[in-house]
């Protein structure tokens, strides 16, 4: 995974008003109800199937070395009212894997190893700034935040980091 949080990425800046009533944050609030599942990333495997016309696999180490990449910076804002300025994701963008796999439905449900699962409407699913996203701050995402990668949708108010 090295690799892949060396190589050259586009970056994308997404600025937007925060919602009201947050309050910054120097850091990330890990809410932790149980320990995530301990998964290497050279392990991982991401999966678009159900509605689609052709189910995918793409294992997370191929997903970052050989799929497209953004560096998106953005704010992240949770629902419990706290918020990060400028916090740079690296991923691939959604709607690459959507155009592999076709999907014939109109929404989306992601599912994390960890058993967290999130609704994605339809106008986030083929959004420039829905992400895959593998790495934070240029780190892999860290396992107490949830085993990588994680979908992201920072222009929502997000329920977990």
Known sequence: ???ALSRR?????LRRGWPPGQVKARRFVIYDVFDPPSIRPEE???FIKGAVEKPIEVPLLRLALDYPCVDLVADF????????????WRGTPLRVLLEEARPLGRHG???????????????ALF????IIAWAMNGELIP?????P?????PHATRGRA
């Not at 449900?109 to 106008?123: H, I, K």
């Open 1 to 3: 995974m090295e690799r």
């Open 9 to 13: 990425c586009e970056r994308v800046e």
């Open 44 to 46: 991982h495997s991401i």
């Open 77 to 88: 804002h949770c629902v419990t009212g706290w918020s990060i300025e400028g916090v740079t």
């Open 109 to 123: 449900l992601a599912w994390g190893a960890d058993g967290y699962s999130a609704y994605l409407p339809p106008e």
């Open 127 to 130: 959004d420039e700034y829905t």
């Open 143 to 147: 396992l107490k935040q949830g085993p």
């Open 149 to 153: 990668p994680g979908s992201l949708r």
